[in-house]
């Protein structure tokens, strides 16, 4: 049987689904993640001039959450047109 190499990624989720972190989901729940995976698809490009500042203080934030700057400004952008 071959063996298969798993990425760090995907290390981390087998341990939490052996400790019994994970449950299944299924129906409504089912439906409302890939309802919320779809919204935030990118399918178009913005460009915009902001202060170097601020970006400067955005990567610091989105850095200290682990994750790439334009993703946080990502999220943010669709938390606000959600809330609008």
């Given at each position: 049987?071959?063996?298969?190499?798993?990425?760090?990624?995907?290390?981390?989720?087998?341990?939490?689904?052996?400790?019994?972190?994970?449950?299944p989901?299924?129906?409504?729940e089912?439906?409302?993640?890939?309802?919320?995976?779809?919204?935030?698809?990118?399918?178009?490009?913005?460009?915009i001039r902001?202060?170097?500042?601020?970006?400067?203080r955005?990567?610091?934030?989105?850095?200290?959450?682990?994750?790439?700057?334009?993703?946080?400004?990502?999220?943010?952008?669709h938390?606000?047109?959600?809330a609008?």
């Amino acid at each position: 049987m071959k063996k298969i190499r798993l990425n760090a990624e995907e290390k981390r989720i087998m341990a939490a689904i052996e400790r019994d972190e994970f449950m299944p989901v299924t129906g409504r729940e089912l439906r409302e993640v890939a309802d919320s995976i779809a919204a935030r698809k990118k399918d178009r490009t913005l460009t915009i001039r902001v202060n170097s500042n601020d970006i400067s203080r955005i990567k610091r934030l989105a850095g200290s959450k682990g994750i790439p700057y334009q993703s946080y400004l990502s999220e943010i952008i669709h938390r606000v047109a959600v809330a609008a």
